[in-house]
Nanobody, 115 residues
């Protein structure tokens, strides 16, 4: 069983930056496909970015110029660096892991972008 715990959310001013963390237990992130999603109030969950076990990445169009995913196998953690944040980035951010036919989600971390 894979468990994911996100952290790093909070309140940030427009134009600011945050780094979210997703720490996995139960298996190594190096073999997982790890991704980040977000869900704003009243909206569907939105794909942001994924990193595959071979290190390849795929970004959603809305964040590819501002967000960066990285993986630290030694800490079993995946990060999401978010720059130039906008009010419309306000959402709950979720970590996702996939391995074979199984999928796992973290509990989410709130990011609020407001002055």
């Amino acid at each position: 069983q894979v468990q994911l715990v996100e952290s790093g959310g909070g309140l940030v001013q427009p134009g600011g930056s945050l780094r979210l963390s997703c720490t996995a237990s139960g298996t190594s992130v190096s073999i997982l496909t790890m991704g980040w999603y977000r869900q704003a109030p009243g909206k569907q969950r939105e794909f942001l970015v994924v990193v595959f076990s071979d290190g390849d990445t795929n970004y959603g169009d809305s964040v590819k110029e501002r967000f960066t995913i990285s993986r630290d196998n030694a800490r079993n953690t995946v990060y999401l660096r978010m720059n130039s944040l906008k009010p419309e980035d306000t959402a709950v951010y979720f970590c996702n892991a996939r391995y074979l036919d199984k999928e796992y989600w973290g509990q989410g971390t709130q990011v609020t972008v407001s002055s």
